[in-house]
């Protein structure tokens, strides 16, 4: 369908939540987030709290309404009492805020004077305290996307959530490992007009992030959500955009839906539907067990089925509102979410899956359901049912009224799905146990002397002060080595060439053979290129080193090379093969002179492959030098 989205009055915000490559935010454990099995598990329950005015959360009220219990796994490498909310947390970490103020700098955002961490009511059970602890960063900034602008609203810190691992209808698996890796919160104003902009907005963002050098990268490391309302619509909140690229599609995708409403409403506007014809069944549903006791459909024989009347709403519950979705699947996402059911049957469906005409010719007379009438049949005991029937009665009196505000669940095709109440306001109270941290003046305008390049400015620098290839170049502007690359080219002289070879190559190659690439570390990388800068460790046994390093991360760069030692030859031993070599060949080189190929392929053999041509070639051409001889 052609949408003319100013036409509509699309209206849409961003929130885009990238975790920082940095250690934990209130802690001070490492960031890793692994499939590991877990050390251990523990088991709570949550209790909604009001807040200090007395007003309970309704998506707080609807969550406790389940009565969940919350299971946590917990890794001994990756947390800490912190998340398990056993001791207070700790001052926040140093890099991520300086990441997040270079972020706010880059966007031209007001840094705040003053850092004070709050506390956010959590009402999933994804945060074991209850809260999750978050900090308004600065305000204002903008984007520029082509001609327009879009206004930054707020940068904020905060610690990200447990994963979901497993949900249960009583019980919802959490992992620990995620809890607390610093997040940053970057939210627009509501500026977007139309879904092309939306995505050219979110990129724009992504690499503001990236440039920073910060970032965690691969999927589950970028979050973003879309506030998104169309002029006869509603404020709808879409949750989870894992794909960068999706996010014009969910924008499209959403104006439709809230456009489909819309047609709903007029349809039922011009049939006089009135919300008393509706309300008037509820809990008065009708049971339709009998009717079905030998139905061909094995869901609804010999099982307890209530249905209820919609009132005008025949060939309504079966419109499509988004592709392959219906206004039945909405109805059906409420009933799961609210009651607990696994789905519905509704007349605009019927007869199928087993469900004959004449079975639905009783149903209709039983539930008094007239022509321009449809019905719904759920089944399941009667009280269950009761709550169910109701849910879908409030969703069609709001039918009459059109868009319901709420939260969304991305699907990953684009759709989304209803997930719960757009949270309430008061939602923020300030966290005691961490105090207020004030902004260095001359810290933030140091800062603002180095902000990271933008990434066509790394590539003009790469292409012409350090003579790499435009390939490279440009392979590197956005790579998170891209500082640490500018720093070991800069300050420690490394040979550019070989360094990107290295940080771009190297490592994504030790990634395929299996080595465990998150376990390097810059330290490791640069202690690594030290070594083979003093000879100790040969250039091509440098994966190697990686590859061990990494398997024994806290052991010293010593322990690795003295492995590698034991294991093979090094630049040393290495030398005194080839010297030893040469002397008992001296007679030959004597008498023929340039003797390289031959020695070379002695060397070879007796080196056994532990040493590369490459590293043998250029140690026996030095050795001959020596001894006078060129090749
Ligand atoms: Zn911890």
Redesign the pocket.
Known sequence: MEIDFKEIGLKAGLEVHQQLDTG?LF?R?PSIVSEKKPDFQFKRKLRPVASELGYFDPAALEAFKKKLTYVYNYFEES??L??EDEEPPKAMDQEALHTVLEIALMAEAKVLDEIHVMRKTVIDGSNTSGFQRTAMIATGGKLKIGEKEIRIDTIAIEEDSARTIEKKEKEIVYSLDRL?IPLIEFTTKPDIRTPKQAKETAQKVGELLRRTCNTKRGLGTIRQDVNISIEKGARIEIKGVQELGMIDVYVRREAERQLKLQEIKEELEKRNAREEELVMYKNKVFELTEIFSESECKIVKEKKVFGVKLSKFNGLIGKELQEGRRFGTELSDYVKAKAGLKGIFHSDELPKYGISAEEVKKAKEKTQTREQDAFVLVVAEKEKAEKALNVIIDRCVYALKGVPEETRNALLDGNTEYSRPLPGEARMYPETDIPVKKINKKFLEELKENLPLTPEQRKIKYINKYKISEQLAEKMKLNNYAKFFEYLVEEKKFNPTTTAVLLLEGITTLKRQGTKTENISEEMIEKILDAVKEKKLLQDNQLKAFDLWSAEKEKSIEWIIEKLQEAGFLEEKLRELIKEIIENNSAIIKTQGNVFSALMGDVMIQAKGKASGKDISRILKEELKKKGIEK
Do not use: L
Request: with cysteine; proline share 0%.
């Open positions: 934990k802690c454990c947390n800490c912190i998340e607390g």
